[in-house]
């Protein structure tokens, strides 16, 4: 199983960036998928996830109309698009994948994880 998030970079305060996670090796459609994100000094925390079907989603309080995460099975691809970036989303997110079907935002529920991608947001 591999799973490739991409599109980090470095972006001024306000701007937006979108993420991709493409995934190989799985039944994409099968499992649930998930974004995390780790500042440095600070825990791996949960972002948002989308579930088997993509009509469910959940989205951590602190993003909440500011991230949108959503997929395309027939890509095997998820995507989070982040608008308003803030200085404190500065962190490396990283995708991954977990047989729930349901979304679910404990870091224990995920079986595959990927090398992650930095963001930075400048103030």
């Known amino acids: 199983v591999q799973l490739q998030a991409s599109g980090g970079g470095l972006v001024q305060a306000g701007g937006s960036l979108r993420l991709s996670c493409a995934a190989s090796?799985?039944?994409?459609?099968?499992?649930?998928m998930g974004w995390f994100r780790q500042a440095s000094g600070k825990e791996r925390e949960f972002v948002a996830a989308?579930?088997?079907?993509?009509?469910?989603?959940s989205h951590a309080d602190s993003v909440k109309g500011q991230f949108t995460a959503s997929r395309d099975n027939a890509k095997n691809t998820m995507y989070l698009q982040m608008n308003s970036l803030k200085p404190e989303d500065t962190a490396v997110y990283y995708c991954?994948?977990?047989?729930?079907?349901?979304?679910?935002?404990?870091?224990?529920?995920?079986?595959?994880w990927g090398q992650g991608t930095l963001v930075t947001v400048s103030s």
């Open positions: 991954a994948a977990s047989p729930r079907i349901v979304p679910v935002a404990g870091s224990h529920e995920y079986d595959y």
């Open positions: 989308v579930g088997w079907s993509s009509r469910t989603t």
């Open positions: 090796g799985l039944t994409f459609s099968r499992y649930t």
